[in-house]
């Protein structure tokens, strides 16, 4: 046997090793989960000494446990005390663009109990698309908008379709479609004055072809007056929130004239010192350091996010289908999202309905975001409730996607060293 056949074997070998024990943990049968507190990610409320039987990576039953019996061979999980509530769906991000930084990405969302990822916009290449059809170990799944469409910016990214016309921008939505992407991102922004923003003949095209080849569009959004002309000509979701005036009685109106328009705020930073040691599992202690003390106060960034906080209460009131979104790439941030949305107003349980069930929804993911027969095992064991407080989201006992948990302490391990 010669030195390089050797290598092989050897290589071949330890795959298998790693691989066996996965491949055993997919086919051990139905497994029933039992005596936690089960949010199911619905308007209603949670289920007390509740059960989750799962099968094949899906949910066979949901109810309460004495409903719920443990067929012959099943392995029973006892979770008294705990709470569970379906997998978080981020619907706004800018995750990395190389392979390995992406798969990071991944599995950085998903130790923090992300089900599923939506990258808005700014994808160049095949990768994103390889990474979309590839099922990535401990890692959420991946969605994509592809390229997206703004008019030309020279000196932001060039990812984006520069347009000037309608027919330029219906052209790039019929190449983006050919592609079978998720979504279609557009930026109506002028970026404080720096550029023409996209108008309305060239948003309406977009808007029109998008429909035409069964596709949803989100906006990337500052003013109130674009959304009200967004609004007009059938968007269905917006990337951000009205930043730059409270909303007025007219757009509550349009939003009310439309009442399948999704709105993802991104809220801003609240411009408060905050505790990031709940996120000590995911870097090394030197990089943890380094976040913490940059997570000071900041009074400038206040005024901003008390703005957004009340276009965003305002708009929830009025019955606005509310999704979360945290943009950029930062792995815990949905949780910051969670507590960002509860102090501007919504609820505990409203919150987790957005993060959940209508983020899956604006994504066309109808087999995950709420727990109840038929759909993906894809929930989130909490040591605590979060519907007494948000934050108990941070507290995981596990994550489960597909049925299988999330090895969360080998990815710590990793992490923590550097890797």
Aim: hydrophobic share 45%.
């Amino acid at each position: 046997m010669t030195l390089r056949t050797r290598f092989l074997l050897t290589t071949l070998l330890a795959m298998l090793a790693v691989a066996l024990p996965r491949l055993r943990a997919q086919t051990s049968g139905p497994v029933l989960y039992t005596g936690a507190r089960i949010i199911t990610g619905q308007d209603r409320p949670p289920i007390e000494q509740g059960a989750l039987l799962v099968d094949g990576g899906r949910l066979v039953r949901v109810g309460r446990a004495g409903d719920i019996k443990a067929p012959t061979g099943a392995q029973v999980v006892t979770l008294t005390g705990k709470t569970i509530i379906p997998a978080l769906i981020d619907t706004h991000a800018h995750p990395s663009t190389d392979r390995e930084g992406l798969v990071r990405d991944l599995q950085r969302r998903a130790y923090f109990g992300v089900g599923a990822l939506m990258s808005l916009g700014t994808d160049k290449g095949d990768l994103a698309f390889q990474m979309r059809a590839t099922v990535v170990p401990d890692g959420a799944r991946f969605r994509t908008a592809g390229r997206g469409i703004t008019t030309p910016e020279p000196g932001r990214s060039d990812v984006p379709y520069w347009v000037t016309t309608p027919e330029q921008a219906r052209q790039a939505v019929r190449e983006q479609a050919a592609l079978k992407v998720d979504l279609i991102k557009i930026w109506v922004d002028d970026r404080d004055g720096k550029y023409v923003k996209l108008s309305p003949p060239l948003y309406s095209a977009v808007i029109d072809e998008s429909h035409a080849h069964g596709l949803k569009v989100t906006a990337h959004i500052f003013n109130l007056s674009d959304a009200k002309g967004l609004l007009a000509a059938g968007i269905d979701a917006f990337a951000h929130g009205i930043r730059d005036v409270d909303v007025d009685a007219e757009v509550l109106a349009l939003f009310k004239s439309h009442p399948r328009v999704v709105l993802v705020p991104n809220l801003p930073d609240r411009g408060v010192a905050t505790d990031l040691s709940w996120v000590d599992g995911a870097l090394p202690p030197a990089e943890l350091a380094k976040l913490q003390a940059g997570a000071v106060d900041h009074p400038e960034a206040r005024a901003a996010f008390a703005l957004q906080a009340r276009n965003l209460a305002a708009l929830a009131r009025a019955g606005v289908t509310i999704a979360l979104g945290t943009d950029g790439n930062t792995f815990y941030g949905a949780h910051q999202e969670l507590e960002d949305m509860v102090i501007a107003g919504l609820t505990p349980a409203q919150a987790l309905v957005a993060a959940t069930r209508n983020g899956a929804a604006l994504l066309n993911l109808t087999d995950t975001g709420t727990l109840e027969a038929g759909k993906r095992a894809d929930f989130v064991v909490l040591d605590a409730n979060p519907l007494d407080a948000i934050a108990n989201t941070r507290r995981i006992h596990a994550v489960y996607l597909h049925g299988q948990p999330i090895d969360r302490a080998g990815l710590s391990a990793q992490w923590r060293g550097g890797r």
